[in-house]
C-alpha cells in the first residue's frame, strides 16, 4: 500500500518568507500486524546467552630493535698476588703459601670449613636426588593444547636488493645449518647490482651468514648431498650445476662447462640430463620427456620438479609445466619405454612433488590451488585432494617424522599444517609467516624445524609444537588403511566409469540397431513428444511426493520442539 | 698442622671427591690437589662467585650471612665454604 502526501502551493506564493509553526501529531498510517502471518513463525522459549563480566582486555605484542651481540672469551691471567711477588717465581709462589699454611686462623678456618663440607659430601653420596622414580611409566598421550607453530628465527638477505629464495636445504647431519639459494625468479628482471651469492646458514646465528657460496650465476636450487654432509651441488639460472664443497671454501670447486648444459634455466628444462657427480664433464644420459612418447622435442613437456627416491633407484617422477606427473624407469632400454605412466592431475604446473617416506607407492604434488595425493596404481585420479585454496600453492613436502603430516607454503605468505587423520577438508594448523609470498619449504629431519623462504630473501625458521612432529601410536597403521581405502573407492570408481561407458557403448550400438530396423514413417515426433511428457509428468509428481513428505517431517519435528501449542 | 691434613685427607677420601682447593681472601690458591691451571682456573672464578653471592644474601637480610654454596651441573657439583679468611672448594662427582 502506498503512503502518498501532496503538497501544494500557490505560484503566487513562491519566493515568500516561510512561516513554520508547531502542529500536533497527526497520525498518517496505522498498519495493525496481522495474526495470520504469524502462523508461519513459532515462538522460540529457551535462547542461550553468553555474558562475562570480566573488564575488557586486549593483547598486544612490542618487539624491540635488534640488538646484535658478539661472542668472545675473556683470558683469566692468575692475580692477587702481593706485590713484592712475582706470580711466575715459583719458589716465591710456594714460600708465600707455606707461610700462609701456618698461620692460625687458616688451620681453625679449615677445621671448621672442613667439617661443613665432609657433611655435605656424605650427604651426596647418601641419596641420588637425580635419581629415575618412575622409570617404566610411560607417559599418556593427552596433548589437550591446540597445535601451534612458534618462529624461532629470521635469516635475512644482506644484500641491498632483495631476492626470492628459490631453494632451501637442510644439512643432513643433524640440520644445524641450512643452505638457501637465492635468485630472482621474473625473467630477464636481473640488474646489474644484484648479488650472485646464495649463503649457508648456521641455525643459531641469524645475523651472518656462516658461507656464502659465489657461484658464476645465480642458483635456482641447492642441495646437501644425503651421504656427505660437506658438499652440494646446485643449478644454476644458466642452465650449469655447480659443486660445492664446503671445507674448501666459497669458490664452486667444479662446475659443468657451458656448452654441454641446458639451454634454458635449470628449473625449466625440456631434457633432463643424468649428472654424476663423480664425472661433471658431460652428461651421462638423455632423456626426451614427451607424453606421446615419441621422443619428439616439439612435443616434449617442460619439466619443474623432480622426486628421486633413494630406496628405488630405478624409478623416478617428474612434475611438469602443463600440470602431468610423469613416471620414469632408467633403466630401460629405448626412450620410448622410460616413460612409464603418466597422472593427469593439476591445471597449471606441478610445483613440488615428493613420496611419502613411509609409504612409498603415495606421493604428494602441489600445482595451482589444490595440493594432492596419488597412489601410484590409480592414474585416472588423485586419491585425496584438498579444496581450492585461496591463493597459489608454490611448494609442499612430508614430515619425516609423521606419515600422516604434510606442510604446504602459499603465495600469500601463509604456511599450511595438513594432518590427514585428523582433517582432510582443511588445514590443521595455518600460520601466517610474512607478508609477501613464500617459494620455498624444507622441513628439517627431526621433524621440529620447518624453514620457508619468501620472496623478499627472507627465511623464517618455525618450531612446530610437539603434538604435531612427534608419531602418535597407531597413526603409521591407520594411515595405511585410509590409503588403502581410498585406492579402493578410486579403483571403483574407475570401474563403475568403465562399466557405465560401455553400456553406454553398447547401447548407443543398439539404438541404432534399433532404427536401421525401423520404418520412416512410423516415427518419433509423436512417441518421444508422449514419452518427454511423461517423463516430464513422473519427475514433477515425484518432487510433490518429496516435498510433501519433507514438510510433514517438519511439522512433526516442529510439534516436538514445542510441547504446550 | 696435622689436623688439616687429616682433615683434608678425609674429605679426599670421600666417595666421587674429584679435587680440592683452598683459597685466600685476594684468589690466591693456597692449597690444591688438582693441576695448576685448573686451580688457576677454578680459583678465579669461584672468588667472584662467592663474593656476589654473599652480597646478595646480605642485600636481602643484612643480618643474613652466607654459610655454604653449592652449585649443581651435569657432571658434578662444586661445593664452597666461605669463612672470613679463606674458602674450601670441593669439585665431586656422586652418581660415581
Known amino acids: 500500500m502506498e503512503i502518498v502526501y501532496v503538497y501544494t502551493k500557490n505560484r503566487e506564493e513562491f519566493g515568500r518568507q516561510c512561516l513554520l509553526s508547531d502542529r500536533p501529531v497527526e497520525l498518517l498510517v496505522d498498519i495493525p500486524p496481522d495474526q495470520n502471518a504469524a502462523s508461519n513463525f513459532i515462538q522460540r522459549r529457551q535462547r542461550d546467552q553468553a555474558v562475562q563480566t570480566l573488564r575488557e582486555q586486549s593483547e598486544h605484542q612490542v618487539n624491540t630493535e635488534r640488538v646484535e651481540y658478539i661472542s668472545c672469551g675473556i683470558n683469566h691471567v692468575e692475580g692477587g698476588w702481593p706485590k713484592d711477588i712475582n706470580p711466575k717465581d715459583m719458589e716465591q709462589t710456594s714460600r708465600f703459601r707455606k707461610m700462609a699454611e701456618k698461620d692460625e686462623s687458616y688451620m681453625n678456618s679449615i677445621l671448621q670449613l672442613g667439617s661443613v663440607t665432609e657433611h655435605c659430601c656424605r650427604q651426596n653420596n647418601a641419596v641420588d636426588i637425580y635419581q629415575e622414580y618412575f622409570e617404566g611409566w610411560e607417559e599418556v598421550e593427552v596433548s589437550p593444547e591446540l597445535p601451534s607453530a612458534k618462529t624461532i628465527n629470521m635469516f635475512r638477505d644482506p644484500n641491498e636488493i632483495k631476492r626470492t629464495v628459490t631453494g632451501l636445504s637442510w644439512h643432513p647431519d643433524g640440520g644445524r645449518k641450512l643452505a638457501a639459494a637465492y635468485s630472482c625468479l621474473e625473467f630477464q628482471k636481473t640488474s646489474k647490482d644484484m648479488s650472485l651469492n646464495s649463503y649457508i646458514w648456521d641455525v643459531e646465528n641469524p645475523n651472518r651468514p656462516e658461507l656464502t657460496l659465489k657461484p658464476a650465476s645465480p642458483l635456482v636450487s641447492l642441495d646437501y648431498n644425503p651421504k656427505d654432509p660437506h658438499t652440494l651441488v646446485g643449478g644454476s639460472y644458466n642452465g650449469q650445476i655447480v659443486y660445492w664443497d664446503t671445507r674448501r671454501g666459497s669458490q664452486p670447486v667444479e662446475f659443468s662447462s657451458v656448452e654441454q648444459s641446458h ?223 581410498e585406492t579402493k573407492r578410486e579403483k571403483i570408481l574407475e570401474a563403475r566409469q568403465r562399466e557405465i561407458r560401455l553400456k553406454e557403448r553398447s547401447r548407443s550400438e543398439q539404438s541404432r540397431e534399433e532404427e536401421i530396423g525401423r520404418d520412416d514413417g512410423e516415427d518419433d515426433p509423436d512417441q518421444l513428444i508422449a514419452r518427454a511428457e511423461s517423463d516430464f509428468c513422473s519427475l514433477v509428481e515425484g518432487g510433490l511426493h518429496r516435498r510433501e513428505r519433507r514438510e510433514e517431517d517438519v511439522l512433526r519435528v516442529s510439534h516436538s520442539y514445542s510441547p504446550t501449542s | 698442622m696435622a689436623e688439616v691434613e687429616e682433615t683434608l685427607k678425609r674429605i679426599q677420601g670421600q666417595k666421587g671427591v674429584q679435587g680440592i682447593i683452598i683459597v685466600n681472601s685476594e684468589g690466591i690458591p693456597i692449597k690444591t690437589t688438582l693441576d695448576n691451571s685448573s686451580t688457576v682456573q677454578y680459583a678465579g672464578l669461584i672468588h667472584q662467585l662467592v663474593m656476589k653471592a654473599r652480597s646478595t644474601v646480605r642485600d636481602i637480610d643484612p643480618q643474613n650471612d652466607l654459610t655454604f654454596l653449592r652449585v649443581r651441573s651435569k657432571k658434578n657439583e662444586i661445593m664452597i665454604a666461605p669463612d672470613k679468611d679463606y674458602f674450601l672448594i670441593v669439585i665431586q662427582n656422586p652418581s660415581d
Not at chain 1, 325 to 343: F, H, L, M
Not at chain 1, 415 to 421: A, E, F, Q, S
Not at chain 1, 440 to 462: F, I, K, P, Y
Request: with cysteine.
Open chain 1, 263 to 485: 639451454r634454458d634455466p635449470i628449473l625449466l628444462c625440456l631434457q633432463i640430463l643424468w649428472w654424476d657427480i663423480r664425472r661433471l664433464s658431460e652428461p651421462t644420459e638423455r632423456l626426451v620427456l614427451d607424453p606421446g612418447r615419441e621422443g619428439n622435442l616439439d612435443r616434449a613437456l617442460g619439466a619443474i620438479s623432480l622426486e628421486f627416491e633413494a630406496t628405488m633407484p630405478t624409478k623416478f617422477m617428474v612434475g611438469t609445466e602443463q600440470g602431468l606427473v610423469v613416471s620414469c624407469n632408467r633403466k630401460a632400454k629405448t626412450p620410448a619405454e622410460k616413460i612409464v605412466c603418466t597422472y593427469d592431475g593439476h591445471h597449471g604446473p606441478v610445483y613440488a612433488l615428493q613420496r611419502n617416506p613411509f609409504f612409498p607407492k603415495n606421493f604428494l604434488t602441489v600445482g595451482d590451488w589444490t595440493a594432492r595425493i596419488w597412489s601410484e596404481d590409480i592414474k585416472e585420479s588423485s586419491i585425496m585432494c584438498t579444496k581450492y585454496q585461496m591463493s597459489y600453492l608454490t611448494d609442499a613436502c612430508w614430515s619425516p617424522v609423521r606419515p600422516s603430516v604434510f606442510f604446504t607454503v602459499k603465495m600469500d605468505g601463509m604456511l599450511d599444517v595438513w594432518d590427514i587423520l585428523f582433517n582432510q577438508s582443511d588445514p590443521t594448523l595455518s600460520v601466517k609467516v610474512c607478508d609477501r609470498a613464500l617459494y620455498s619449504l624444507r622441513v628439517q629431519d627431526n621433524g621440529h624445524l620447518v624453514a620457508c623462504g619468501s620472496q623478499q630473501g627472507e627465511t623464517t625458521l618455525l618450531e612446530i609444537c610437539a603434538g604435531l612432529s612427534t608419531l602418535q601410536k597407531n597413526e603409521k597403521s591407520l594411515l595405511a588403511a585410509m590409503f588403502e581405502r
